[in-house]
């Protein structure tokens, strides 16, 4: 009987270990999965999932992986040539619209110098206005596929706080024109970062020109010594909704119809380029934009 009991105890100790090491080799496999397909996700590769275990279900589950892997590059690769055809396409299109443009606006310089009724006067006003506009969103354009193209940028090293005192000093005739007083708290020392100055400048340039289309009458600029910038003003056309898709491309508040809605998208294309974090909030009637670059 003690013979019997031996032998059942040995049996189920070799079952245990059995299941133990199936378990642990479940377990690597799902492991190795995880992490290949946590890395075919992120690096574009034709390499596909493979194993170290023979388990049947194991190797069937990254069959079955690879093979939405396949699928997945062939629709990434689509998107991407999509993309890269959209861009060139709005440059194109920006480019072109240049040359009419402006020989529309030479001739109405001309218009502009002959004898005209009060109408005409009116009308010429209107038309010249309209062609500024035209203008205006077609630099836009151009510039958008310009920025997102693959083009590289040359980091350096900058103080971040000089760069913003100039992007404000350049918008300084707009402010007195809407009657803005800004709010300014900068620090006394320099913030270094190593970025590229024309995307900076850029940046900075697109965050106020866009305060100030939505401002009610303010300005805030606090920047802290850890380089994190926040621009707000009290805005009572806007809300949590609208400014939670300022960052798409082409969404433009109804307000504000004869902007691209590409400022921001410009930003955060830069921003995140450089390594950087922006986004935008709404909180008691006030606009919120905030950028940082970690050291």
Sequence with gaps: MEHLLLIIIGILLLILFVLS???YFLCKSAREIAEAFKNRLTADTNTLIDLSTRDPYMRK???EI?????????ERHRYQQGDLELKEAVTNISHDLRTPLTAISGYLYLLEREEKSEAVQ????LIENRTEVLKNLTEELFRYSVVTSAQDLNPERIDIIQ???????????????KGIQPQIQLPEEPIWRQLDISAVNRIFSNIISNAL???????????????????SNAAQNLNAVTVGRLFDRFYTVEANRNSTGLGLSIAKVLTERMG????????????????????
Aim: charged fraction near 20%.
């Design 163 to 177: 760069a913003l005192e100039e992007s404000l000093l350049s918008f300084y005739s707009v402010l007195q024109e």
């Design 61 to 63: 589950l990254a069959s």
């Design 21 to 23: 090491a199936k378990i």
């Design 213 to 231: 289309k939505y401002s009610d009458g303010d300005l805030s600029v606090v920047a802290k010594n850890d380089g994190c910038i926040t621009f």
């Design 122 to 125: 009116r009308y010429l006003s």
């Design 66 to 74: 690879n093979i939405q892997l396949r699928l997945l590059r062939k």
């Design 276 to 295: 950087g974090r922006i986004q935008a909030v709404y909180n008691d009637g006030r606009f919120y934009i905030t950028i940082s670059f970690p050291n």
